[in-house]
C-alpha cells in the first residue's frame, strides 16, 4: 500500500467501502420493515403474462438474514484483512507473508534432500530414480515453458533429450548453462551476402553439409562464402563450436526449422537465443538437481524409469 502517492487514495477507498456496507444495511432495513400492516398480502399493481400478478408480501425472513450475514461476515472481514486503503487488519496478515511461510514448511521438508544431492556428483543424482522425479517436477515448474513439459523443445528452443547440444552436454556445462543462462547470437548476413541470391547459395551450401539434396551450381557458389563469412564460428567443416554455442549445421538437427524459407531466415536476419540465467531464482542446489535431470534425459536413464 505504500505505492499510493497521497493518503487522497487511501480514503478515496475507506470511503466509499463504509458508505456501501452502510447503505446496504439500510436498504434492507427498509425493504424489510416498510410494509403497512393492512397492505399485507394485498395485489400490487403489476401484472405480467395476463394473470400473473404481485403480491404485497415482505421479503423471507431467511433471505434477509443471508444479507446481514453477508454484511457482517464483511466487515469482520475487513477488520481482520487488509482492504480499507492502508489499514493492515488485526490479524496483520500479507500475501508476502503467507507466501514466506509456506516456503518456510517447504524449505524445512526439502531443505535436507537437495543438500545431500547438492554433495553428490551429478552423474551420481541421475542415477537416482527418486532425485529425477524431483528434478522432473521442478522442470515442469521453471523449463516447460521455454523447452516443453517433455524437454523435446520447440522452435528456437532447444530440444534436451536428443544428445545434440549448442553448448555441451556433459553435467558441468549443463549446470552452467542453467545457473548463468546462455545467449546464441548469430548474426545478421543479408547484406554482406549481397541479398537475397546470396542468402539463397549459402543455405544451399548448408544443405549440402547434412547431405540434404541441394543446387550444385548454387551450393558452390555459396562455399565460398561460407569459408570466408561462416567458418569462424560454425567451423570449416561446419560442425559448430559449443564455445558459441554456434550450431552444428552437419547433423540436420535444426534449431529454427530446416525449411528452406526458415534457413534463409536465419542466415539474412540472424538469431538470438537466450536463455536466462537462473542463479539467483533457483539457486546453486536446486540447479544441481535440475542439471541432474536434464543429464538423465540425453543418457536415457529417465525413459528406463517411466
Ligand atoms: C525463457 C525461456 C527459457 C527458459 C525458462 C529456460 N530455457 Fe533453457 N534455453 C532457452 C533457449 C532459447 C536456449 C538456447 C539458447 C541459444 O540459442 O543459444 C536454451 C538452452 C538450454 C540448454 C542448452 C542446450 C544445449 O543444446 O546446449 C539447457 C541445458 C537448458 N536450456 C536447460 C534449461 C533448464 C534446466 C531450464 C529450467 C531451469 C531452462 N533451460 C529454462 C530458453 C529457456
Ligand atoms: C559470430 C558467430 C557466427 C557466425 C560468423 C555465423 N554464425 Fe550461424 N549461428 C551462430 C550461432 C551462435 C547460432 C545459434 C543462434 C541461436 O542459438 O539462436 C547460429 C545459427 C545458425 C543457423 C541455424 C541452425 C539451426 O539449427 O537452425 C544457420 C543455418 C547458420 N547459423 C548459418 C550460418 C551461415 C550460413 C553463416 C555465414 C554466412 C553463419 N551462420 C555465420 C553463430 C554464427
Not at 526458415?262 to 536446486?286: C, Q, W, Y
Amino acid at each position: 500500500m505504500a505505492d499510493f502517492t497521497s493518503g487522497f487514495w487511501n480514503f478515496y477507498i475507506i470511503i466509499p467501502t463504509v458508505l456501501g456496507i452502510v447503505a446496504c444495511f439500510l436498504l434492507i432495513r427498509w425493504l424489510s420493515t416498510d410494509i403497512h400492516p393492512d397492505q399485507e398480502g394485498k395485489e400490487m399493481d403489476h401484472v405480467w403474462d395476463e394473470d400473473l400478478v404481485e403480491l404485497n408480501n415482505p421479503l423471507p425472513r431467511w433471505w434477509l438474514n443471508m444479507f446481514y450475514l453477508t454484511l457482517f461476515f464483511g466487515i469482520g472481514y475487513l477488520l481482520l484483512y487488509p482492504g480499507l486503503g492502508t489499514f493492515k487488519g488485526l490479524l496483520g496478515w500479507t500475501s508476502i507473508g503467507q507466501y514466506q511461510r509456506e516456503v518456510d514448511v517447504a524449505d524445512a521438508k526439502f531443505g535436507p534432500l537437495f543438500k545431500k544431492y547438492a554433495e553428490m556428483d551429478i552423474v551420481a543424482v541421475a542415477a537416482d530414480p527418486a532425485a529425477r522425479h524431483m528434478g522432473e517436477r521442478m522442470f515442469v515448474s521453471y523449463c516447460a515453458q521455454c523447452h516443453g513439459s517433455d524437454a523435446r523443445g520447440a522452435r528456437g528452443f532447444p530440444n534436451l533429450r536428443d544428445n545434440d547440444w549448442l553448448y555441451g552436454g556433459d553435467p558441468q556445462t549443463i549446470l552452467q548453462t542453467i545457473l548463468e543462462g546462455r545467449n546464441g547470437v548469430m548474426p545478421a548476413w543479408e547484406a554482406a551476402l549481397g541479398g537475397e541470391t546470396g542468402v539463397s547459395d549459402v543455405a544451399e551450401y548448408v544443405f549440402t553439409l547434412s547431405g540434404r539434396k541441394a543446387d550444385e551450381a548454387a551450393a558452390l557458389r555459396g562455399k565460398e562464402k561460407f569459408d570466408a563469412m561462416c567458418v569462424a564460428c560454425h567451423g570449416a567443416d561446419g560442425k559448430g563450436n559449443q564455445m558459441l554455442g554456434a550450431p552444428n549445421l552437419t547433423d540436420n538437427v535444426w534449431l529454427y526449422g530446416s525449411s528452406k524459407k526458415s534457413v534463409m531466415e536465419t542466415i539474412a536476419r540472424g538469431r538470438n537465443g537466450n536463455m536466462p540465467p537462473h542463479r539467483d531464482f533457483l539457486g546453486e542446489e536446486k540447479a544441481h538437481l535440475l542439471a541432474a535431470y536434464v543429464y538423465s534425459l540425453s543418457t536415457g536413464q529417465a525413459d528406463e524409469q517411466e
